[in-house]
C-alpha cells in the first residue's frame, strides 16, 4: 500500500488543502508529518505544501531548506521517488539546492493571487505523465516571491535537459508577457530535478482540484495528483 | 591575544543581471522624479549586521564570509553577497 507525506513546517498554511485532495480527491492514504518527526525516508512520495515557512525571513524557504527533515527528502531524490514542492514548497527545494535556481520577488512588488493558465512543456514527471505536451491546465497562483530566475547560461541546461515543466502562457498557449503574473524568466512556472523525479511549481494544483473550486467546473490541477498517484500504483 | 567583538555588515543583492524592480521603483518614481537626475542606478538589497568574536577584523570578516557561504544566507544562483568590517 503506497503512503505519501506532506510534510508540514511552521507557517506552512496549504498543508491541509494538500491533505484534503490527497486523501478524499485522489484517494491516497496520506499523513500530515511535522518536519521534526520526519526522521527516515518511510513514504512513497512527498510534497511540500505552500505557506510562509518561518515567516518568509530571510528569504522565501531558505530556513525551512536547514531543517533535517530536508536531508529525509534529498535521501528520497536520491531513491527516485516523487516529490512535489507546491509555492513555498518549489522555494524550500530551491533553497536547498534540490531544484536549480531561484526565486525572487515578483516583479510587480506585489503580492499576486489569480489564476494562470499553464503549459505542459515536459511528460516526463511523475506529476505530468498524464498530461499531453502543449495541452495547458488553469491553476491559480498567490504569492510574492514567485520569479524563477537562472543565468542564461544555465537556463539553456534546464532547456536541454527537458527540466522545465511548466510555462505560463496566453489563452493562445503562447508564453507572452501579459501571461507571466511575476516576471520569471522564459515564463517559467514549474521545473524538474534533472531525474525528473523532484517538481516545484509556484501555481497551486490543490487550489484547482475540485469543481467547486474550478473555473467551469473544470479542476484542472488534479491531473498533476493523479499523475503521481498512477506513478505511485504502477510502481514507478 | 583576547578576541575583542567586531561589528560586520553583509550586503545581499541581486546579481547585476537579476532585474531589481525594487531599487528599479526606489530610483525611477522617488529619486529622480524628486529631482536628483545625477542618481544613476539604484540597487535594493538585505543588510545584516553582526558582532562578532575574533582575535583580528581579518578573522572575523573571514568567519562571516564562511557562515555566510555554509548556511546559503544568498543564494549564489540569484545573488551577489558582500562582507565588510565596520570596526
Not at chain 1, 531558505?62 to 527516485?80: F, L, Q, V
Not at chain 1, 525572487?104 to 493571487?113: D, I, Y
Not at chain 1, 505560463?168 to 524568466?185: A, H, L, M, R, W
Request: glycine share 8%.
Amino acid at each position: 500500500m503506497v503512503r505519501v507525506a506532506v510534510v508540514q513546517f511552521p507557517g506552512s498554511n496549504c498543508d491541509l488543502d494538500a491533505l484534503e485532495i490527497l486523501q478524499k480527491t485522489a484517494k491516497v492514504p496520506t499523513d500530515l508529518v511535522w518536519h521534526k518527526d520526519l526522521k527516515q525516508d518511510q513514504y512513497d512520495a512527498y510534497v511540500l505544501p505552500g505557506g510562509f515557512s518561518y515567516g518568509d525571513y530571510l528569504r522565501a524557504g531558505a530556513i525551512a531548506a536547514t531543517s533535517p527533515s530536508i536531508e529525509i527528502i534529498r535521501k528520497a531524490t536520491d531513491n527516485g521517488k516523487p516529490i512535489l514542492g507546491i509555492c513555498n514548497g518549489f522555494q524550500i527545494l530551491v533553497e536547498a539546492g534540490i531544484l536549480p535556481g531561484a526565486v525572487l520577488r515578483n516583479t510587480g512588488l506585489r503580492f499576486v493571487c489569480k489564476w494562470t493558465r499553464l503549459r505542459i512543456d515536459s511528460t516526463r514527471t511523475p506529476f505530468t505523465k498524464l498530461t499531453h505536451k502543449g495541452e495547458t491546465l488553469r491553476i491559480p497562483i498567490a504569492h510574492n516571491e514567485g520569479r524563477y530566475y537562472l543565468d542564461r547560461d544555465q537556463l539553456a541546461e534546464l532547456e536541454k535537459d527537458e527540466q522545465i515543466v511548466l510555462r505560463y502562457v496566453s489563452e493562445n498557449s503562447i508564453p507572452t508577457e501579459d501571461s507571466n503574473p511575476n516576471g520569471s524568466i522564459d515564463n517559467i512556472g514549474g521545473i524538474c530535478n534533472k531525474e525528473g523525479n523532484v517538481m516545484g511549481l509556484m501555481p497551486h494544483p490543490e487550489r484547482a482540484s475540485i469543481p467547486i473550486l474550478a473555473p467551469d467546473t473544470h479542476p484542472e490541477g488534479r491531473i498533476i495528483f493523479d499523475s503521481m498517484i498512477d506513478t505511485l500504483k504502477r510502481g514507478r | 591575544m583576547s578576541p575583542s567583538s567586531f561589528a560586520v555588515e553583509v550586503v545581499v543583492e541581486n546579481k547585476p543581471l537579476a532585474r531589481d524592480p525594487e531599487g528599479e521603483t526606489i530610483h525611477h518614481n522617488l529619486i529622480l522624479k524628486g529631482g536628483y537626475s545625477q542618481v544613476t542606478n539604484v540597487r535594493a538589497g538585505k543588510l545584516l549586521r553582526m558582532n562578532v568574536e575574533a582575535s583580528s577584523p581579518e578573522d572575523a570578516k573571514q568567519l562571516v564570509r564562511k557562515l555566510c557561504d555554509d548556511l546559503r544566507i544568498y543564494n549564489p544562483a540569484a545573488h551577489v553577497c558582500q562582507v565588510r568590517i565596520l570596526t
